[in-house]
């Protein structure tokens, strides 16, 4: 009997995300998107005006607020 492999890491669709994008992944309003990115707790990336979120900053946007709630999880999941 063989053990189950591990759970591979989520490979996004997409590296890059619209603003309106990231707010319907995070459930979260523009003004509370628009507050963490001037905060610096969610980075953006210009392409030319156009603010674009990269995936890679969603998960270490839910990643904090996991941290921060005091939840412990495998990232590896």
Avoid: K, N
């Amino acid at each position: 009997m063989s053990s189950p492999s591990p759970m591979p890491a989520a490979v996004p669709l997409r590296h890059l995300y619209r603003i309106t994008e990231a707010m319907r992944l995070l459930s979260l309003s523009r003004s509370v998107i628009y507050e963490q990115i001037r905060a610096g707790r969610l980075r953006v990336v210009h392409q030319g005006r156009t603010p674009l979120v990269p995936a890679l900053a969603i998960q270490q946007y839910v990643d904090l607020l996991m941290r921060e709630s005091g939840v412990e999880y495998d990232q590896a999941s």
